[in-house]
């Protein structure tokens, strides 16, 4: 395995309203080398803060994350340095990682520059090998940041992140608000580079059927849990858990309004709760993430 992370829990708390919220409770994943994990999940339900622990972009609350047997949870700045060049991010705001006034190729040969890992005359040539791997025309180098397109931002992105050859990349969302033919461009991509360099990859998106294209394994996360966790083929035939069957199909929905709080999070839209008579269970247990069958776990009473 090269990434484990074990039992994350992070709580925020909004500065304005002091409102505190969990954005990942008792989270536990593994990615093996050259593997990639989906990760699943609507608007809010904790994604890019399980990503944001993975990398130590920030820290949990609680809980150890296992980067090639290393706990980064537990390294000072100046230990992390040197692992930070193994492992990248693939922002969901890919704008925010970049100076909007720099050149393509200076942010590239910036970038380059950081991790010391070549020569300052290599930088160029460097720079170049990057943006055709990632379809960027030569042209393009000498645009700025700003004026380029959506899909054109998320190569550049992809091309700063590979700029060090990481071993682990946690790909935030990089299909989101692309038109459906970049979409399937950029996936092609990430898939061509995974399997070329045997990269570990965790790929995070909103659409389960974007990450079945990707993933080799799925966790599908909900209120900042995760709710079910297997192979994809295991996901594909036989989803247990009701939200991974609606994710699937989500013409199927239906939300009961005014339930209590406490139990299990998902209670207030599930189907199966509702056919099997509002049980007691529901309400009074939170389902922990066991194995229901070998390698497929889930977190439901009932499923
Ligand atoms: N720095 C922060 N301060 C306060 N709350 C935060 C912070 N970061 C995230 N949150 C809250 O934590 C929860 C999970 O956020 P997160 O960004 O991880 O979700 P997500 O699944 O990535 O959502 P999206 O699909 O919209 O990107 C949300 O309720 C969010 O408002
Ligand atoms: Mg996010």
Not at 27 to 52: D, P
Request: with cysteine.
């Amino acid at each position: 395995m090269l990434v484990e992370a074990e039992h994350l829990y992070k709580r925020f708390t909004e500065k304005r309203t002091k409102r505190a919220a969990d954005a990942c409770v008792d989270v536990s994943l593994v990615i093996e080398h050259g593997k990639t994990l989906g990760l699943v999940g609507e608007s809010g339900c904790g994604k890019t803060t399980v990503g944001r622990i993975l990398l130590r972009l920030i820290d949990p609350d609680s809980g150890s994350v296992l980067l090639d047997s290393c706990d980064v949870t537990r390294l000072k700045e100046n230990q992390l340095r040197p692992m930070r060049k193994r492992f990248q991010m693939i922002f969901q705001e890919s704008s925010s990682a970049f100076n909007p006034r720099m050149k393509v190729s200076d942010a590239l040969k910036e970038s380059l520059r950081l991790y010391r890992r070549y020569k300052p005359r290599e930088l160029k040539s460097r720079a170049d090998f990057l943006l055709s791997r990632v379809n960027l025309s030569r042209g393009s180098a000498e645009n700025f940041i700003g004026n380029l397109s959506g899909g054109e931002l998320k190569r550049l992105d992809i091309a700063r992140a590979l700029s060090i050859e990481p071993e682990f990349i946690v790909a935030d969302e990089p299909l989101a608000l692309l038109d459906m033919s970049i979409q399937s461009q950029i996936a092609n991509l990430l898939l061509d580079i995974q399997r070329e360099k045997e990269i570990s990859l965790l790929f995070i998106s909103h659409d389960l059927r974007m990450v079945e294209m990707l993933s080799h394994s799925v966790a599908v996360m909900y209120m900042g849990r995760i709710l079910e966790y297997a192979r994809i083929s295991v996901i594909r035939e036989r989803p247990l858990h009701p939200y991974t069957r609606y994710l699937w199909n989500p013409e199927t929905a239906s939300v009961l309004a005014g339930l209590p709080e406490g139990g299990c999070v998902y209670r207030s839209r599930c189907g199966l709760y509702e056919e099997s008579g509002s049980p007691t269970r529901c309400i009074r247990e939170t389902p922990v993430l066991i194995e229901k069958e070998k390698g497929h776990l889930v977190a439901c009473h009932f499923a």
